[in-house]
């Protein structure tokens, strides 16, 4: 008589192999939102002048630990250049790579990252143009891959905020 032997159990959370990033969690960092013309502002209303300005940057805690930042400022301003509003809001995610190639840690932190934070930073902006009395901002879809592509010809092709080697970072 043959005997087959027990199936192997199958993989648990423990044997699963890890993603290539982990998001442990993300948070408002710092908002700030200026109404100085208010209300004088709320009752004028004008197309505004507006202009936005999206960075990203890291700051790493150990070999694979990184806390990804995603900075939004918006400024409106009226035909006649006086301020209407100003936003700054900082919107961050503290992130583990896997078991990843080095040449993977950029497009990681500086692509996927952001691109998993932007819709809730961009519903922080929203909500705080509305509550501030002005119609929602909706902010378009960044291109991460073309902001990062940027970064990486201003810092003569090397990542920003990361040096092979050690732990780095952004003050």
Do not use: C, W
């Amino acid at each position: 008589m043959t005997t087959t032997p027990p199936p192997s159990p199958a993989p648990g959370p423990a044997q699963a192999p890890a993603g290539p990033l982990i998001m442990h969690g993300q948070y408002i960092k710092d908002l700030s939102f200026e109404n100085p013309r208010a209300p004088q502002s709320l009752i004028e209303q004008t197309q505004p002048q507006l202009s936005l300005n999206v960075q990203v940057t890291n700051r790493q805690f150990d070999a694979k630990t990184f806390e990804v930042a995603l900075s939004i400022e918006a400024n409106a301003k009226t035909a006649k250049d006086e301020p209407l509003f100003m936003l700054e809001l900082v919107y961050a995610g503290t992130v583990t790579l896997g078991d990843v190639p080095q040449d993977a840690f950029g497009p990681l932190l500086f692509i996927e990252t952001p691109r998993l934070l932007f819709p809730f930073a961009r519903a922080v902006v929203a909500n705080a143009t509305r509550e501030a009395g002005f119609p929602p901002l909706n902010i378009a879809p960044v291109d991460f891959v073309a902001l990062y592509r940027q970064q990486l010809e201003a810092n003569g092709g090397k990542m920003p905020g990361l040096t092979p080697g050690g732990p780095v970072g952004h003050a």
